[in-house]
């Protein structure tokens, strides 16, 4: 089928995959964690539009270019741990008013600041997902084993196993943003509390920032 092999093993393969803690994982647990359950989601969706932004870049070839490129792939890495360490220092300085209230008076502008913040959340999840050269490596490197060399549209399957990759993850990090939120809920609600759960996520971007930058190619 679209000249994929063993598609039963692949999904099997990219659930477990999944499963394993990275960069991603820990960008949505923090979102989570500090900003709530919505937040979790958008920051869910921005992630895994990434993960298909690198399906068509692997389908189109450009993916090898940092496999082949050294100087490709540390400029990448440099703006996706430039930018980590960016939104980690945001947090750390913002002084916004905490997300959650009790004031039914505030709820007209609390809604209209929403579709902003949240939306700012999706696109960080989305260049914090692309701009990891790991993530493009992998795709190049994993995605061929299960192709059939002599298949030829191998675009297509590409294009269906990162499909299938990105929807596998997108049911895993849901159910962890969902958990993430539900548990920190009740800490939420108290505004010191808020801050400083922000305060500690804005440390964790910070700290995958630097960890992108110093891991080797």
Known sequence: MFGIE?????????????LTP???TMYIITRSVSQGQKAGFYSVLGVTSGALIHTLLAALGLSVLLANSPIAFMIVK???????????????TSKQAPLITN????????????????WQIYKQGVLTNTFNP???LFFVAFFPQFIDPSYAHSMLSFLVLGLTFATTGFIWCLSLALLAARFSTRLRENPSIETML??????VFIGLGIKLLTEKS
Do not use: E, W
């Open 103 to 118: 004031n039914v008076q505030d709820h007209k502008n609390i809604a209209t600041m929403k579709p902003f913040n949240y």
């Open 78 to 92: 440099y703006i996706g741990a430039s930018y980590l360490c960016y939104l980690g220092f945001k947090m750390l």
């Open 134 to 136: 790991k993530v493009a």
């Open 198 to 203: 922000n305060r500690i996520s804005g440390m």
């Open 6 to 18: 063993n598609y039963l093993g692949f999904i099997a393969a990219a659930i477990l995959l999944n």
């Open 22 to 24: 990275g960069s991603d």
